[in-house]
């Protein structure tokens, strides 16, 4: 079974960085190089969206619109672990942020997206 732990999130200034990390754990982490990640965020009131994703061997990155120029993700394979750097934050970044993995080329929609993680909050305070 594979098991997904954010961790990161937390409150900060508007302009400022964070870094959520992804740990992919359980029997399947010796698999997450097979697995293309991709993060997801949920403001309240509002849909969970898409915001950029990474392919298995991460030599191919998808961003959301919102997000481009600022956010950037990356992985480790050898620590089965996904990162989401993010700067110059801004109010509208606030949303809790869930880290998911797909055995498909790459992931767009949730729906593509087998395993979930619990999500992290992060809010920029303006």
């Known amino acids: 079974q594979v098991q997904l732990v954010e961790s990161g999130g937390g409150l900060v200034q508007a302009g400022g960085s964070l870094r959520l990390s992804c740990v992919c754990s359980?029997?399947?982490?010796?698999?997450?190089?097979?697995?293309?990640m991709g993060w997801f965020r949920q403001a309240p009131g509002k849909e969970r969206e898409f915001v950029i994703a990474?392919?298995?061997?991460?030599?191919?990155?998808y961003y959301a619109d919102s997000v481009k120029g600022r956010f950037t993700i990356s992985r480790d394979n050898a620590e089965n672990t996904v990162y989401l750097q993010m700067n110059r934050l801004k109010t509208e970044d606030t949303a809790v942020y869930y880290c998911?993995?797909?055995?498909?080329?790459?992931?767009?929609?949730?729906?593509?997206?087998?395993?979930w993680g619990q999500g992290t909050q992060v809010t920029v305070s303006s």
């Open positions: 998911a993995a797909t055995r498909a080329a790459f992931g767009l929609v949730s729906g593509e997206y087998l395993y």
């Open positions: 359980g029997r399947s982490g010796r698999t997450f190089s097979s697995f293309s």
């Open positions: 990474i392919s298995w061997s991460g030599g191919s990155t």
